[in-house]
């Protein structure tokens, strides 16, 4: 995705906004943003060549990691 491309698109019916681009960090990293109503889908996918990483703010996400169902929740600072 350049930076001459849409911020925001839709994949998998969900609207996915970018926030930082691969090239503005020179491919180390890409931000998205995405917000569900809890009644959208993903389907089941493989990164072969890069990392995904999900933040859960509010709600809950049912997620297959290494073939386990997890539930993730928004992280709690414990001190």
Same mark, same amino acid.
């Given at each position: 995705?350049?930076?001459?491309?849409?911020?925001?698109? !839709?994949? +998998?019916?969900?609207?996915?906004?970018?926030? $930082?681009?691969?090239? *503005?960090?020179?491919?180390?990293?890409?931000?998205?943003?995405?917000?569900?109503?809890?009644?959208?889908?993903?389907?089941?996918? !493989?990164? +072969?060549?890069?990392?995904?990483?999900?933040? $859960?703010?509010?709600? *809950?996400?049912?997620?297959?990691?290494?073939?386990?169902?997890?539930?993730?929740?928004?992280?709690?600072?414990?001190?």
């Amino acid at each position: 995705m350049t930076d001459v491309e849409p911020k925001e698109f !839709v994949l +998998a019916g969900i609207v996915m906004k970018r926030l $930082v681009s691969g090239e *503005q960090t020179g491919g180390l990293l890409s931000l998205f943003e995405n917000r569900s109503d809890g009644h959208t889908k993903t389907p089941i996918h !493989v990164h +072969a060549n890069d990392d995904e990483t999900v933040y $859960v703010i509010e709600g *809950q996400l049912t997620a297959v990691v290494a073939g386990e169902v997890r539930t993730l929740s928004p992280a709690r600072a414990c001190f």
